[in-house]
């Protein structure tokens, strides 16, 4: 069985330095991850495409409950892996926004 740690006031100060460590390491790595993938044009690539299938620009209420609540729960995935990709690589967000204008134009 795992350890239940407390806390707060009635926990121990080591237990709680170890998990804001624990934390703090898991946040840098996330960064790590998201920086990597967004420095290749091949990442980037996925990341639009990721982000289109969240259609984040599309209406999200429809006929049914259902099928505003399924575009709904799309649209909230997208915007926060929007929201991550601000705070850790903004430039390589402005990067890969000019990427996909430049593809689109080509396209046409």
Request: proline share 1%; hydrophobic share 35%.
């Amino acid at each position: 069985m795992s350890e239940i740690t407390q806390i707060g006031p009635l926990g121990d100060e080591a237990k709680v330095g170890k998990l804001r460590d624990k934390d703090k390491l898991a946040k840098e790595q996330e960064k790590a991850d998201i920086t990597a993938v967004m420095e290749t044009a091949s990442g980037r690539r996925f990341i639009s495409w990721l982000l289109r299938q969240c259609e984040l620009g599309s209406v999200a209420f429809y006929e049914t409950d259902r099928i505003s609540n399924f575009i709904l729960g799309h649209q909230n995935v997208g915007h926060k892996v929007v929201a991550e990709l601000r705070r850790n690589c903004l430039d390589m967000v402005r990067l890969m926004e000019d990427e996909e204008r430049s593809w689109q134009t080509t396209q046409q």
